[in-house]
């Protein structure tokens, strides 16, 4: 206490100065970080979103082969509702 008295007002403002910089930097310190992990959600969130995309468009790619192989079938005269090896009923 007596090392502040020392300095008077204009220590104590100094002080005051210093410490607000100081929690201004130590602010700062943390927004940057917020903001690069926020940045590095985002591109995982793309990510994933492109690997959704990728997959509907294979799964569209998958049923419309298996809608032409049951059309192919059907073309050829084969059942697709459950005879066991295709044979016919009838």
Known sequence: MATAAQF???GM???MWLV???S???RERELTQAHTALMESSRGQSAVIEVVRDNTRAMASLEAGQRGLVAAIE???GSTT?????ARIG
């Not at 459950?82 to 295709?86: H, K, L, V, Y």
């Open 75 to 77: 073309r050829l005269g």
């Open 24 to 26: 201004s930097a130590e």
């Open 13 to 15: 403002v100094c002080w």
């Open 82 to 86: 459950g005879n066991a090896g295709g």
């Open 8 to 10: 008077g007002v204009a």
């Open 20 to 22: 607000e910089r100081r």
